[in-house]
């Protein structure tokens, strides 16, 4: 490993959040036994993070059209409170990355892949056939935060990354690793583990071989594989999907994509309204 890539590993990993409103977000919602009234009382001292979460609750995706008006309301009527302490996480960790110097950046596509992994992979957890299987609001958070790297990488190297966007024919992890000596996966690992995120979403990230990974990490893998395909097209060929064949049955995969297809348009509607553009 050269000296550049070794520095930029050490840069990742000496980044922390720069405020303390989204380090003391994070420490409470990484809290598994947090109650309603601590996190909405955490999440109403952030007026933009409360902005994003009431515009997910509002979305279409959700069906209630401008009638959410509070944290507690939102969470009480919509989204519970495994998906907004996930929601509330994956915003305090991006929160004071900056994005915006990056033209080639879309930050619409990567909440449209998260929102979407997030979803993929809860769906997917009921259905796995093995004894470690994860919880659906853990498979949720960590389908949230999967990629997380990417902003990072995009804050700590602006010019590297707006050429790697530009030249978009080759893997995304291809090039950050031939580019940057680190790719977005393993950026994301770095700061779960840095971040003291819970234990079981930073092995949810571990940067492993396919065949070392745990169950949840190739779940939450696999639905980012299968977000990528939701947001490139419309038709999607449910059968030439490669499924992990000793962890789920390939009808599990093909109805929980069906779902997430047809839901394809508010996807995209919710992940616009939750970015950081839209604050």
């Not at 009921?126 to 994860?134: I, S």
């Not at 939701?230 to 064949?245: G, K, M, Q, R, Y």
Request: glycine letters at 4%; one cysteine or more.
């Amino acid at each position: 490993m050269g000296n550049e890539s070794i520095n930029n590993i050490r840069t990742i990993k000496q980044l922390t959040p720069y405020s303390g409103m989204s380090l003391e977000i994070i420490r409470v919602v990484s809290d598994d036994q947090v109650d309603m009234t601590d996190m909405v009382a955490v999440i109403n001292k952030s007026p933009a993070i409360t902005a994003r979460i009431l515009r997910c609750a509002n979305s279409a995706y959700y069906g209630q059209r401008g009638q959410i008006t509070t944290v507690r309301e939102a969470i009480i009527r919509v989204l519970g409170l495994s998906i907004t302490r996930g929601l509330a996480l994956a915003m305090a960790l991006s929160n004071d990355f900056e994005t915006n110097k990056v033209s080639n950046f879309d930050e619409r596509r990567y909440w449209f892949n998260a929102v979407t992994t997030a979803n993929i992979a809860q769906g997917l957890s009921h259905y796995v056939q093995h004894d470690d299987r994860p919880a659906p609001a853990t498979a949720y958070t960590a389908g949230l935060i999967y990629n997380i790297g990417i902003q990072a990488l995009v804050h700590c190297f602006p010019e590297d990354m707006n050429r790697i966007f530009a030249h978009a024919s080759t893997s995304l992890k291809e090039q950050t690793h031939t580019q940057l000596g680190l790719d977005h996966h393993a950026a994301s690992a770095l700061l779960a583990e840095n971040w003291a995120l819970p234990d079981i979403l930073c092995r949810a990230m571990e940067a492993k071989p396919e065949h070392e990974q745990e169950p949840i990490a190739r779940i939450v893998s696999f639905s980012a594989e299968l977000s990528d395909l939701a947001f490139s097209c419309t038709d999607v060929n449910l059968d030439t999907i490669e499924i992990v064949a000793e962890l789920i049955e390939h009808k599990h995969v093909a109805k929980v994509m069906t779902s997430i297809l047809n839901q394809r348009d508010n996807l995209l509607d919710m992940a616009n309204l939750i970015a950081r553009t839209n604050t």
